[in-house]
């Protein structure tokens, strides 16, 4: 099975500021890679998918980059709207797995 | 408006039953594959199954393989996923979830999840 792994687990940051978010697959999944945002709660939702694809509605200052066994989400400007769990996930085939997540929280 | 109603979540105990049920709505349900990932209290998401657009291929996390069915009825535009032999590590808000339209593998709509919770 492929094992996801973010750093950092936790996050604390202010809003305005830039902030990147570490993925890491144990074997090489190409671009095959998506990011989602989870608030309190509710159901995840997809920010950006084959690895740098911006989701449709979602706002311009989402970005992600990376190929093969290293990826990065990054938002370059936070805002209050943006403290959430985020999570990072492989569709290489079968068995489909997680990142650990990252919680984004106001310094 | 795509919109995924998730039910049937509720308490039963160990070793027994449980039917989840997802209504799909606002898109052609027939041409999606469509999946259910679940979150324990408290933890991250794990990818529990998918099913592709006839129902004729179904993929599980080894963890339900045995235990757990997933089916769909593209006539009621359903999804569901019939839990047996259910454990207490089984406890979750389960998701239903569509699968991309390039049938890639990410997710880009989600129903707002039900709990089941396995304790005796």
């Known amino acids: 099975d492929i094992q996801m792994t973010q750093s950092p687990s936790t996050l604390s940051a202010s809003v305005g500021d830039r902030v990147t978010i570490t993925c890491r697959a144990s074997q090489s999944i190409s671009s095959w890679l998506a990011w989602y945002q989870q608030k309190p709660g509710k159901a995840p939702s997809c920010l950006i998918y084959k690895a740098s694809t911006l989701e449709t509605g979602v706002p311009s200052r989402f970005s992600g980059s990376g190929s093969g066994t290293e990826f990065t989400l990054t938002i370059s400007s936070l805002q209050p709207d943006d403290f959430a769990t985020y999570y990072c996930?492989?569709?290489?085939?079968?068995?489909?797995?997680f990142g650990q997540g990252t919680r984004l929280q106001i310094k | 408006e795509v919109q995924l109603v998730d039910s049937g979540g509720d308490l039963a105990h160990p070793g027994g039953s449980l039917r989840l049920s997802c209504a799909a709505s606002?898109?052609?349900?027939?041409?999606?594959?469509m999946s259910w990932v679940r979150q324990a209290p408290g933890k991250g998401l794990e990818w529990v199954a998918n099913?592709?657009?006839?129902?004729?291929?179904?993929y599980y996390v080894d963890s339900v393989k045995g235990r757990f069915t997933i089916s769909r009825d593209n006539a009621k535009n359903s999804l569901y996923l019939q839990m047996n032999s259910l454990r207490a590590e089984d406890t979750a808000v389960y998701y239903c979830a569509r699968i991309d339209n390039s049938h890639s593998g990410w997710f880009d709509r989600w129903g707002q999840g039900t709990l089941v919770t396995v304790s005796s």
């Open positions: 099913i592709n657009q006839d129902g004729s291929g179904k």
């Open positions: 606002g898109f052609t349900f027939s041409s999606y594959w």
């Open positions: 996930q492989h569709y290489n085939g079968y068995p489909i797995t």
